[in-house]
């Protein structure tokens, strides 16, 4: 399997697994304040990421040569994208609903398609284009509109403009990760557990100073809401998060984006043979569109074309070795580097040949 399809692949398991963790932190959310929740997943998610490494005997020694600057912009993609974007999105989702989130939510990939536009230079084929509007199309019209009873039209717009906040950061946690991840080969879950600590120290740190932290803290009591905020942070903090960054890795953002956005029609799905609930011409039409909008997507979806000098490098180095200068691939004779053209100044590291 290549890497683009590779990418395309794990961007739609985040999504399904992501389905079946959204139904269950609903649940969690309304015995568990935001905060707390979003810590008690990060840590959940930190163990089981923890172990994966032990299984797979990938020690620290894997990061060494990699930039300082590659740790801290994971570091900071991970307060971004997870400390601020998770706790708002559960605030918001507490407020307004699963219905209205996943109408407000159709402004996932928009937001990181425009991210990845401008700050990645990635551009999108009409039929691609195509495809986004469809699935998004289908999530709009699978959505109930109706907002959850008891809520008045101030904490309905507070709830929509935090889901709006906390897309927008993730859009941006998203796409200042790419370049570390693919450019400069940073591994998968090492770059996933370090975004995950980053985010849960912010998190504790917070949850320390808060007055309410006895209650916060509590969440890690044994409870009987851990019948499902567990199996909810086994799906969506570790299956689902590296699926996700394994998306963006991979492929381009915003095809990974595109496809995330399929997460609520899965959930439909979900919800019928699982549920029991009825699927209505509605939900046939809103599964439709979105799964003729990933085909086309699937389909149209060239390989990304190669970055650094590598697109516009001669024939004679084909056969050269590659190393990576902070992002930055130059050829070098038989892996030397004082064949290398070398910026002024910096450091080298071994790359793949």
């Known amino acids: ?107 996932y990939s928009p937001a990181i398609i425009l991210f990845s536009f401008v700050f990645l230079f990635e551009k999108l084929t009409a039929a691609q284009y195509v495809g986004a509007v469809l699935i998004i199309a289908g999530v709009f019209i699978s959505s109930r509109h109706e907002p959850p009873p008891g809520r008045t039209r101030a904490q309905l717009l507070s709830g929509v403009l935090l889901v709006v906040l906390a897309i ?26 370090l975004r995950l600590l980053a985010a849960t120290l912010v998190l504790a740190v917070l949850a320390l100073a808060s007055p309410k932290r006895k209650a916060l803290w509590s969440v890690f009591r ?46 439909l799905v979900l919800a019928t043979l699982m549920l029991k609930e009825r699927f209505t011409r509605r939900k046939a039409v809103a599964v439709t569109l979105a799964l003729a909008g990933v085909i086309i997507v699937w389909l149209a979806t060239p390989a990304p074309p190669p970055t650094g000098p590598t697109a516009s490098a001669p024939a004679s180095q084909a056969t050269a070795h590659r190393l990576t200068l902070r992002g930055q691939s130059v050829y070098c004779a038989k ?19």
């Open 1 to 107: 399997m290549g890497t683009h399809l590779l990418g395309q692949t794990c961007a739609l398991l985040a999504a399904i697994t992501w389905a079946f963790a959204l139904v269950l932190f609903k649940r969690s959310g309304e015995r568990i304040p935001p905060l707390a929740l979003n810590l008690f997943k990060n840590v959940i998610a930190i163990i089981l990421l923890a172990a994966t490494l032990l299984v797979m005997r990938d020690g620290i020694g894997t990061l060494r040569g990699f930039p300082r600057d590659d740790f801290l912009v994971l570091i900071l993609s991970g307060i971004i994208g997870i400390t601020l974007a998770d706790t708002l999105m559960f605030h918001g989702l507490n407020l307004i609903g699963v219905g209205l989130f996943s109408i407000v939510d159709c402004l």
């Open 168 to 193: 927008g950061l993730m859009a941006v946690g998203a796409v200042v990760m790419k370049p570390v991840l693919e450019t400069d080969g940073f591994p998968l879950i090492w770059g996933t557990i």
């Open 222 to 267: 044994p409870a009987p809401v851990w019948k499902v905020s567990i199996p909810g942070s086994v799906l969506g903090a570790y299956l689902a998060m590296v699926f996700w960054v394994a998306g963006f890795k991979y492929t381009l953002a915003s095809i990974a984006s595109i496809l995330n956005q399929t997460t609520i029609i899965f959930a």
């Open 335 to 353: 892996g030397d580097p004082k064949t290398c053209d070398l910026p002024a100044s910096g450091s080298i590291r071994q790359g793949d040949s």
